[in-house]
């Protein structure tokens, strides 16, 4: 059997958070003590209201919250309920709504992007989504996330806010327009190249072994409403070679197929475990058409 090397990716674990305290939201915590930072993000949005068990407050100008690991975390537009999640490094209106494709994206997702897009202070920055401090008690009784007609009330909702929230723009964004500008955002924002190292748990073909590696790549590059992923791999210690697929944005298994000959009788298959824009973990498994399984690694990567 020939030896074969393969980089299939992975730095050390970052659990998809940020270890530390958000600054600039007006927070109330039971304490500090392994506190997490998350980004909720159509843009970040500051000022949504959110709590876990034991952190709530409302978030800061990145989009930061506060959680513990393990912990669930409901965000709030003044008295509505937008969902709640378990926590995590990364919450969309899609996590929100329980979505797991851009190329599939539900009402409620689209309303929440909708209602955050028309509520933005400060539309000129497109960057972030800024809302006033004066949603924080606002009463949004009878409005319905997964009302399909949610967009007909945004006129009047515009009206009756404008006379608290300075610089509010009373043109409506559609229910299209904000779902449009939304997925451009998360495909910019998950796109984009995750260094780290692999780790090999098994060989399992006598004579055949994958390695470790301390700096290997992963290219992912927006493409529609899908990605495409880029990963070397080196067969029998030749140069590298190129493998690549096309995958929706939380599919689980992405199955990598060699470009060019003499290697594509070999197939790199990733189990994809976190994927949040800042890192990407998971397994893979290294497999020949002809003996199957050749070996199987983790890997951990971080976006530079």
Known sequence: MRNTLVTSAVIVITILSLVGCSSGGSDSTTSSENTLTG????????????????????????????????????????????????????ITPLTLAG???????????????????????????????????????HNFSGYDLNNTNLEASMSVLLGTVSGSIDQINNTVITQESANTAMSNYLKTYFAGTYTGKVTVIENYIPGFSCYNYDNYSVNIA????????????????????????????????????HAASPINDYALKMEITKFDGKTMTGYYYLKNDSVGTLCKGKYSLEKL
């Open 222 to 257: 927006s493409n529609g409403n899908d990605f495409n992923i880029t990963s070397p791999v080196n067969i029998n210690g030749t140069e590298r070679n190129v493998i690549h697929t096309t995958s929706a944005l939380e599919s689980s298994t992405l199955d990598f197929v």
């Open 39 to 90: 980004t909720i993000i159509d843009a970040p949005v500051q000022g949504l209201g959110y709590s876990t068990a034991t952190q709530s407050g409302f978030t800061d100008e990145n989009g930061n919250f506060k959680y513990k690991s393990a912990e669930y975390v409901t965000f709030k537009l003044g008295t509505l309920d937008l969902g709640t999640v378990l926590a995590n490094a990364t």
């Open 99 to 137: 979505d797991t494709s851009l190329g599939s994206i539900s009402t409620k997702a689209k309303n929440i992007a909708m209602l955050l897009q028309n509520l933005d202070q400060n539309r000129s920055d497109t960057s972030k989504i800024t809302l006033s401090s004066a949603l924080k008690d």
